[in-house]
């Protein structure tokens, strides 16, 4: 239990599906962030949020949309993604940024 | 922009030592290391938030060279549990909580 949950685990969805990743944290931490990690590459930063306020959208495609509705849960919305979207998706969360970050176990995205 | 880590992989036998590097272009503002075992998510290990800082957690300890913009994380007398890939991530100056990361050091301990 790392105090960080994700939901799915697992995830096959269509190219034209829409599907909500979701990932809640217990541990009382205000930044949150979403990475992309692919096979033979690094961890890829997405999204950071500061106290419910997005700080970092690092360049990502506006078919994954974030939500950060309080500072415990934040969510990715997908539509029309793209087979090269498929990979392994993490949440984390530290108390503030530059801390350090607890990862959950990820959600494994399919692209069909 | 992205940090390098050498070596890409390295096999030991428990007990013998290892150091694993992460080198950047940029100047350094914080260092994090990870790692990850095959399945599972990524765990922290120490962050290095000054130049010159070293940090250490039982047989595992770290560097922070800011003039070399370098990070160098040492893993002494290692164990079985000690397998898996070892991220650095590379955070720039604020607090935005942008971290970068290497591609990763997969390190396999054998008996």
């Known amino acids: 239990e790392t105090g960080v949950t994700q939901t799915p685990r697992h995830l096959v969805m269509g190219m034209t599906n829409k599907k909500s990743l979701k990932c809640e944290q217990h541990l009382g931490h205000n930044a949150m962030y979403w990475y992309k990690q692919s096979a033979k590459k690094p961890l890829e930063l997405m999204f950071v949020?500061?106290?419910?306020?997005?700080?970092e959208n690092n360049s990502v495609p506006s078919r994954f949309s974030p939500e950060c509705p309080n500072s415990s849960h934040l969510f990715l919305h997908l539509h029309t993604l793209q087979p090269e979207d498929s990979a392994l998706y993490l949440c984390a969360s530290s108390p503030t940024s530059n801390q350090p970050q607890h990862f959950g176990d990820g959600t494994r995205l399919s692209i069909l | 922009q992205q940090p390098v880590q050498s070596p890409q992989a390295v096999i030991l036998r428990e007990g013998e030592d290892a150091v694993i590097n992460c080198s950047s272009s940029?100047?350094?503002?914080?260092v994090h290391w990870y790692r990850q075992k095959h399945g599972e998510a990524p765990v922290f290990l120490m962050i290095?938030?000054?130049?010159?800082e070293q940090k250490g957690h039982e047989k595992i300890s770290a560097s922070f060279n800011e003039k070399k913009q370098q990070s160098s994380l040492y893993l002494t007398a290692s164990q079985l549990s000690y397998s898996g890939t070892y991220f650095c991530g590379t955070g720039p100056s604020g607090n935005t909580g942008k971290l970068i990361f290497g591609q990763g050091t997969t390190l396999q301990v054998k008996p």
């Open positions: 949020y500061n106290f419910k306020e997005q700080t």
């Open positions: 290095l938030l000054k130049g010159g």
């Open positions: 940029k100047a350094l503002y914080s």
